[in-house]
């Protein structure tokens, strides 16, 4: 019984034809496979490599205020308010007074 080819041949192939076609589908998967363990470990050790370089690695440290967001909340200022003013985000606005704060103090104000 003949086969059909893997690459959408419409011809029907001779047995040892078929059979030679299934060895090198294999014989690429294996490659491909090897290729793909590889990746990871090319992957890590070129961030070793930019690392040992100097060449910091990241999302950009973001240049916050903390004084002036302080400042407006102690002059009455809400969250929103401060966070039009400063171009910051309503979240980071929160998070920044969140963290001044000493522990067990709460504002309820917004």
């Known amino acids: 019984m003949a086969s ?3 690459f959408c041949c419409v011809l029907p192939l001779a047995p040892y034809e078929s ?3 299934r060895l090198q589908a294999r014989e690429h998967q294996v490659e491909r496979n090897v290729a793909f363990r590889l990746i ?4 890590k050790a070129g961030l070793r490599n930019a690392r040992a ?3 910091r690695l990241g999302r950009p440290r973001f240049k916050l205020d903390d ?3 302080a400042t407006l909340r102690s002059q009455g200022r ?3 308010e401060i966070a039009a003013e400063t ?3 309503r979240g980071l606005v929160h998070k920044t007074l969140v963290k001044s704060m000493p ?6 104000a917004d």
């Open 67 to 69: 004084a002036r967001v």
């Open 87 to 89: 171009g910051y985000s």
């Open 40 to 43: 990871p470990e090319r992957v």
């Open 103 to 108: 522990l067990g103090v709460a504002d309820a």
């Open 4 to 6: 059909k080819c893997v």
């Open 19 to 21: 059979a030679r076609l």
């Open 53 to 55: 370089k100097g060449k």
């Open 78 to 80: 809400s969250m929103r």
